[in-house]
């Protein structure tokens, strides 16, 4: 099956600052990697998503980036603000039914 | 909540008991997930239905049971020999037929063993 990697676990970064959050998958096979907001005692909220057939796909301040050859899959969030605070998990496909894997999470903290 | 409703939202559990979550979707998604979420974890599989009257076992099952006998609903019964339930749980739905899409989650029942 599919093993997803995710660091940092924790991440506090100051307003206005980028944050990065890095992803590794094993299965060779995966092409569609989410990326899930989830604040506290709330369900995941899908942020973006991007499949293999592209590098980068960018919605706003949040960019999300592939390397299928080394496979690991980034989290850019640019300009961050006291609201994107929150655990943020990555996750791929795998398996017979491509269910998804989801990554240990990062507690993202923004500091004013 | 977004087309998919899971109940109770707080529920607590005495030993030796057992207790049966709720999850029902209106989006008319094939496959449905059972998650589970320990403080400061990740997501694991609970089990998983790609059609109705047919589900397969995930990550950690052991304890667990499920059914789905309409395609709106995929109950979790969380049963005495789960030594640990005490957890976050999560439902989630996807097109299956729509290759490798993101899943649209529940608002998560919060299970207490007291």
């Known amino acids: 099956g599919e093993n997803v990697e995710q660091h940092p676990s924790t991440l506090s970064v100051q307003e206005g600052d980028s944050a990065v959050i890095k992803c590794t998958y094993s299965?060779?096979?995966?092409?569609?990697f989410p990326w899930y907001k989830q604040e506290l005692g709330k369900r995941p909220q899908l942020i973006i998503d991007?499949?293999?057939?592209?590098g980068e796909k960018k919605d706003q301040r949040i960019a999300v980036t592939l390397n299928k050859t080394a496979k690991h899959f980034s989290l850019h969030i640019t300009e961050t603000q006291p609201e994107d605070s929150a655990v943020y998990f990555c996750?791929?496909?795998?398996?017979?039914?491509?269910?998804?894997?989801f990554g240990s999470g990062t507690q993202l903290t923004v500091l004013p | 909540d977004g087309g998919i409703t899971q109940s109770p939202k707080y529920l607590f559990r005495k030993e030796g008991q057992n207790v049966t979550l709720s999850c029902e979707q209106n989006?008319?998604?094939?496959?449905m997930y059972w998650y589970r979420q320990d403080p400061g974890q990740g997501l694991r599989l609970i089990y998983y239905?790609?059609?109705?009257?047919?589900?397969q076992k995930g990550d950690i099952a052991e304890g667990y049971s499920v059914s789905r006998e309409k395609k709106e609903s995929f109950p979790l019964t969380v049963t005495s020999a789960q030594k640990n339930p005490t957890a976050f749980y999560l439902c989630?739905?996807?097109?299956?037929?729509?290759?490798?899409?993101?899943?649209?989650f529940g608002s998560g029942t919060r299970l207490t063993v007291v």
């Open positions: 996750a791929a496909p795998g398996g017979s039914a491509r269910q998804l894997t």
């Open positions: 989006l008319n998604h094939d496959a």
């Open positions: 299965d060779s096979a995966s092409n569609y």
């Open positions: 991007i499949r293999s057939n592209v």
């Open positions: 989630a739905s996807r097109e299956y037929t729509v290759s490798d899409y993101g899943y649209t």
């Open positions: 239905s790609q059609i109705v009257n047919d589900f």
